[in-house]
């Protein structure tokens, strides 16, 4: 190549062709800039140029928060069974097992006993690669125990929820979490404990109408999908047009459903400093 042509210019990233292999860049769905996916994952998956929070798995949220520090998972050996046998497109039984293999994870959400910046906390975790972080009967059990852990050993508890909704799957079985999670936090509350949720991209269904938006402190991540039903349905059943930014955290945050907004950066300091303000009895 010509001298002339080469870019000299510090602010031009070149890299090695090697580097180029498939999945290895990210166009950001919001500023169409061009991510190296190495670069994105160091920044909590939020991209460079514009702060689009992309979503993010459960293991770098654990990451996020937790470090290298030591923790414990809860229900962490209970498994999804097929109660109904189920058969659509697909076999229940066989979407568990392709999910497994595909994410590595045994269910939706992983429940986290551990400290953050030294607070005794549990954590729950969703997982939306996981059938679309739809809450099953383990997803229900995993975050009931985390509860009853929280309550007998006075911790904090915080929810990081990402799901399409109830698992159509396990049809009634699959309602009846919203009932058994609510009235395990209904308890929780009671004593007095301290129950924070962060909602992300997305959140909706069942989840939504049940632990989601139960948090004595509801946070969201920036431009996060929150709702019930989809835009679809409510616009098909009031006949009229949806405002602009429906369902979406700014838009929510507005009319008041949630209490605050928060950059995934900010997000460890953030909750320690809740968890501070409301437990410290000084
Ligand atoms: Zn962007």
Not at 7 to 13: C, D
Not at 183 to 207: H, R, S, W
Not at 225 to 239: D, S
Request: proline letters at 2%; glycine letters at 8%; charged letters at 25%.
């Amino acid at each position: 190549m010509a001298e002339w042509f080469r870019r000299s210019a510090e602010k031009i990233i070149t890299y090695d062709k090697r580097e180029i292999a498939e999945g290895t860049w990210i166009k950001c769905p919001k500023c169409r800039a061009v991510l190296f996916h190495k670069q994105l994952e160091q920044n909590n998956h939020v991209c460079t140029s514009c702060s689009h929070h992309f979503r993010m798995k459960s293991k770098h949220y654990i990451q996020l928060l937790f470090g290298d520090s030591h923790i414990e998972e809860i229900g962490g050996n209970i498994k999804p069974l097929d109660p109904l046998e189920f058969n659509a497109s697909k076999s229940y039984k066989e979407q568990i097992k392709t999910s497994e293999e595909k994410t590595g994870l045994t269910e939706a959400v992983k429940s986290i006993k551990g400290e953050i910046n030294e607070l005794p906390v549990v954590v729950c975790i969703m997982d939306f690669s996981y059938i679309g972080g739809s809450m099953g009967s383990v997803v229900g059990e995993r975050i009931s125990r985390a509860i009853n852990l929280a309550r007998k050993e006075k911790r904090s508890l915080i929810i990081i929820t990402s799901s399409g909704g109830a698992r159509m799957q396990e049809g009634a079985l699959s309602l009846m979490q919203m009932a058994k999670t609510s009235a395990k936090l209904a308890q929780f509350a009671n004593e007095g404990g301290l129950y924070i949720t962060l909602l992300t991209d997305p959140t909706t269904g069942g989840t939504t109408a049940s632990f989601a938006m139960l948090g004595d402190i509801i946070l969201a991540e920036p431009n996060a999908l929150i709702g019930f039903a989809g835009a679809r349905v409510i616009k098909q059943t009031i006949g009229e047009d949806l405002p602009e930014g429906f369902q979406r955290s700014e838009f929510l945050l507005e009319k008041g459903f949630i209490d605050h907004i928060v950059h995934r950066k900010d997000l460890k300091q953030k909750l320690s400093f809740f968890i501070t303000f409301f437990t410290d009895k000084n």
